[in-house]
Nanobody, 123 residues
Framework: VQLQASGGGLVQAGGSLRLSCAAS????????MGWFRQAPGKEREFVAA????????FYADSVKGRFTISRDNDKNTVYLQMNSLKPEDTAVYYC?????????????????WGQGTQVTVSS
C-alpha cells in the first residue's frame, strides 16, 4: 500500500487546514487509516484514526473537538480537517495505515507510512 499525503502549509493561529491522504496499491481498504505528527525534538504522536468500514473514529485528547477525520471510500482517501489551529499543532503530519488494534494502542508501530507534510501554525 502506498500513501500520499498532501495539504500542509502555513496558517495563523485560529485558522484551518485540511490534510489529505490518498491510498493506492493492494487492498488499501483492508486497513484502518490515521494520522500521527512529530514536532521538532519530540516523538511521533498519535492524532486520529478511522476505520474504512463503519467509520469508527477516535482522537488524541489534544485535538478532540478541533480536528475531524473522515474518509471517501470511492477515492481511497482519508482527510484530516483541522480547525482552531494552535502553535502547538506545528509538526510534520504523517499518514499511516495499519490494523485498528494498532491504532488503538496509539503507538507509531504502523504497517505503512506516507511521507510527511509540514503544518506550521504561527501565533
Amino acid at each position: 500500500v502506498q500513501l500520499q499525503a498532501s495539504g500542509g502549509g502555513l496558517v495563523q493561529a485560529g485558522g484551518s487546514l485540511r490534510l489529505s491522504c490518498a491510498a493506492s496499491g493492494r487492498n488499501p481498504g483492508s486497513y484502518a487509516m490515521g494520522w500521527f505528527r512529530q514536532a521538532p525534538g519530540k516523538e511521533r504522536e498519535f492524532v486520529a484514526a478511522i476505520k474504512w468500514g463503519g467509520g469508527s473514529t477516535f482522537y488524541a485528547d489534544s485535538v478532540k473537538g478541533r480536528f475531524t477525520i473522515s474518509r471517501d471510500n470511492d477515492k481511497n482517501t482519508v482527510y484530516l480537517q483541522m480547525n482552531s489551529l494552535k502553535p502547538e499543532d506545528t509538526a510534520v503530519y504523517y499518514c499511516a495505515a495499519s490494523t485498528w488494534s494498532e491504532f488503538l494502542l496509539r503507538d507509531p508501530n504502523m504497517i505503512y507510512w506516507g511521507q510527511g507534510t509540514q503544518v506550521t501554525v504561527s501565533s
